[in-house]
């Protein structure tokens, strides 16, 4: 079977990190596959590291050539710029493609937008509530629900004891991600200042980094509990050396990060958005707590830290619950949508 995958993003976050699991997979598989990507992302470089056929662009109106899907099944779309590269490929060269959206956002009312979207041969949502979104803008699609799977990461022995000898003594909680305000950075740095004065035990690590960074440091002035350590690119040394998962976002598509914490063996407190419900069943696997809501996350970061039948229950039924959205299992979820086409 020979696919051809398109991502056009400059940057590489989680979409880029789940397109490469996709693709490595296919790999495994023995498909042949095609990639067109932006020659400035890293994952231009990664694809290509993996021998497949490379396409580079930095823009959806070019690079458009019959060679490029002439034995393609299909084009797979990953990103938001990339699905209009791909109706004008399929328009010109008549290959049909398939759209995978990984945010929960409405999609925007442009014409050109519906358009793709409608010509679709299919298309999938990674949670039932981009799902929903899907269809609600367009009726005419009845997209597919197939999550993400999560990234497995290495792990360095010497690391992940730097990172236990730097909090010694603490119960480590980490909150992941981009700074951005839907993560909801500002919800956890005011859950550490609730925690500050009764659970001295309690430390959480901020990892990442983005424009709200200085916002978000002037907000947690004065906080011993809470440290800021920027981008991690050694996320498997966290994973093992954290006891808790946190991740109050305002919106999420899914959340690519709360599967590879759950993945890695951690308990996870999370809010109540968009596609988290599809991952945590609140009290069996993790926790829900309401969406901007400081003082649930500190209360729920509080009891678990001193349950530890709760935590194993937590990582336990988390393991169980990850054999749903392991790639082996999403992979053949999306080889029967190619079969179909």
Request: with cysteine; hydrophobic share 40%; net charge positive.
């Amino acid at each position: 079977m020979h696919i051809c995958h398109v991502n056009l993003a400059t940057g590489f976050s989680g979409g880029e990190q789940q397109t490469l699991q996709l693709i490595k997979e296919q790999i495994r598989l023995g498909y042949t596959l095609s990639v067109v990507a932006n020659p400035k992302s890293p994952f231009a470089q990664k694809a290509a590291s993996l021998g497949c056929r490379m396409y580079l662009t930095q823009h959806f109106l070019f690079n458009h050539s019959a060679e490029i899907t002439r034995q393609c099944q299909v084009i797979h779309v990953h990103e938001g710029r990339a699905i209009y590269w791909a109706w004008i490929q399929s328009k010109r060269f008549g290959c049909p493609y398939i759209v995978t959206r990984r945010i929960d956002n409405p999609l925007k009312d442009r014409w050109l937008l519906k358009k793709c979207y409608t010509d679709a041969s299919a298309t999938i949502g990674l949670s039932t509530a981009i799902v929903d979104c899907i269809h609600t803008k367009v009726p005419s699609q009845h997209p597919y629900k197939i999550p993400s799977s999560p990234v497995i990461y290495p792990v360095s022995d010497s690391q992940v004891s730097t990172i236990r000898t730097k909090f010694a003594g603490k119960f480590l909680v980490i909150h992941a991600g981009n700074l951005l305000h839907h993560k909801g950075f500002d919800v956890t740095i005011e859950a550490a200042r609730l925690l500050e004065q009764q659970a001295s035990n309690i430390h959480i690590a901020i990892l990442g980094d983005g424009k709200l960074r200085a916002e978000l440091e002037s907000q947690a002035q004065g906080l011993t509990n809470i440290s800021f350590m920027g981008k991690q690119l050694n996320m498997g040394d966290w994973f093992e050396a954290a006891d808790l998962q946190i991740h109050p976002s305002y919106t999420e598509g899914l959340g690519s990060v709360i599967l590879e914490g759950m993945k890695a063996g951690l308990p996870v407190v999370a809010t109540r958005a968009g596609g988290i419900p599809d991952i945590i069943d609140h009290g069996i696997n993790g926790e829900l707590i309401p969406v901007g809501s400081s003082k649930q996350l500190a209360e729920a970061i509080a009891r678990i830290s001193q349950d530890s039948n709760l935590q194993k229950q937590y990582i336990s039924a988390g393991q169980e619950k990850m054999n749903l959205f392991d790639i082996s299992h999403t992979a053949k979820q999306y080889e029967a949508i190619y079969n179909s086409l």
